[in-house]
């Protein structure tokens, strides 16, 4: 079978570094990581969890995955890691990945998992230890995701064609919008435009008529689209596991002078955000320039929401749709630092922007070049 990688072996090889990095500075023998998202980082390759299936990282040497046999062949297409574990959909996978462990004479006195993890259940950690009553399984705590914060040249590169994907993506969406369309219509044109460009599915994320700040994660309605509606888009596309997401407002018709002031206010604020993601800027400080801006400008009497938040591997299969590891909150307490990549979204009078960003040396770059703008069916 031919393979086709995502990234280089060497990019997958410079994970594993970081990870086993991150093993020595907490003295484990081997890590499970049986999130979708960590399995798809490391290893090129995720699927859902109809059964359990994770990556195995020992602290020197060669990774290994454990997957079902059905899903042996597509693993090898996309994953670079030479050793894959298959077990019978009737086997348990927690004796495979025991009996695999010791084929391979992996030291696991200090197991490490993360204990957050949608598919390390509490009955399985039990379990485990009851296949391995000599051991001491260990919480992550969270600290392989941050593994992930910085992009290298490789993933930056991917974001930046997903970016402009994307672009054509909304372009085919705001199209489809019109008086006596549904919203259905314009939910199909984004899901047929993924697929097309090339998109891992035609999940196309909320699209919804909406009047408030609050109303950005509503639901189709089945009433056709009329003069004045305020029609959010968010679209969610993935390219190859990787996310990359953008916000516009469309008025059917043409926008109000009200509408247009309150989108200049909302654009002005979110472009000084932007620019103050510079590397070592304070995400709380960043924060602060959208969220107290908008509530100082009228738009809104509070501010109740995040303001941005991480970019990167949210496979479809994921409980995630969003990466909320890194966000920006009057409470965040982290630091910018270059190579990150945001979702930075404003809201207000229902009206919604909001742009993929990677932080350069010199602030925040657009990863998407659609205009900041309203847009309107009846513009001139």
């Not at 050793?83 to 959909?89: A, E, K, L, M, P």
């Not at 206010?265 to 959208?290: C, M």
Request: proline share 4%; charged share 25%.
């Amino acid at each position: 079978m031919v393979r086709d990688l995502t990234f280089s072996v060497d990019e997958y090889r410079r994970r594993l570094l970081l990870v086993q990095a991150l093993m020595a500075a907490r003295r484990l023998d081997c890590v499970i990581l049986d999130e979708p998202e960590m399995m798809a980082w490391l290893s090129g390759y995720t699927v859902s969890e109809n059964l359990w299936r994770t990556c195995v990282v020992p602290a020197s040497g060669e990774p290994f995955l454990l997957v079902r046999k059905l899903d042996i062949p597509p693993a090898r297409q996309r994953s670079w890691m030479e050793d894959i574990v298959g077990f019978g959909d009737w086997d348990d996978p927690l004796v495979a990945l025991v009996d695999a462990l010791r084929e391979r004479s992996i030291t696991h006195k200090h197991i490490g998992a993360d204990f957050q993890s949608n598919s390390f259940t509490v009955q399985r950690h039990n379990r485990l230890r009851e296949l391995l009553p000599g051991s001491d399984i260990r919480d992550l705590e969270r600290s392989a995701w941050s593994l992930r914060g910085r992009k290298s040249a490789e993933e930056i590169a991917h974001m930046k064609r997903a970016g402009s994907l994307l672009d054509s993506a909304l372009q085919a969406t705001v199209r489809e919008i019109g008086r006596g369309k549904s919203q259905r219509d314009v939910a199909g044109a984004a899901a047929s435009a993924y697929y097309k460009l090339g998109f891992d599915d035609g999940f196309v994320g909320p699209l919804n008529v909406g009047s408030g700040w609050d109303s950005l994660h509503g639901f189709l309605e089945e009433r056709p689209l009329a003069d004045g509606d305020i029609v959010h888009i968010e679209l969610l596309p993935r390219l190859r596991f990787y996310t990359v997401r953008i916000m516009r407002s469309v008025i059917v018709g043409r926008a109000t002078d009200e509408q247009r002031a309150a989108a200049e206010t909302l654009i002005s604020l979110q472009d000084q955000q932007i620019a103050a993601l510079r590397p070592g800027a304070a995400a709380a400080d960043v924060d602060r320039i959208v969220r107290e801006g908008v509530v100082a400008a009228g738009l809104r009497d509070s501010y109740d929401n995040i303001t941005g938040y991480t970019l990167g591997v949210t496979p479809l299969v994921s409980q995630h749709t969003s990466d909320l590891h890194r966000c920006f909150t009057p409470h965040s307490d982290w630091v910018i630092e270059e190579g990150m990549v945001f979702h930075m979204y404003t809201s207000a009078a229902g009206l919604a922007m909001s742009d993929s960003v990677v932080v350069t040396r010199s602030g925040g770059e657009r990863l998407s070049k659609t205009p900041r703008q309203i847009f309107e069916t009846d513009a001139t």
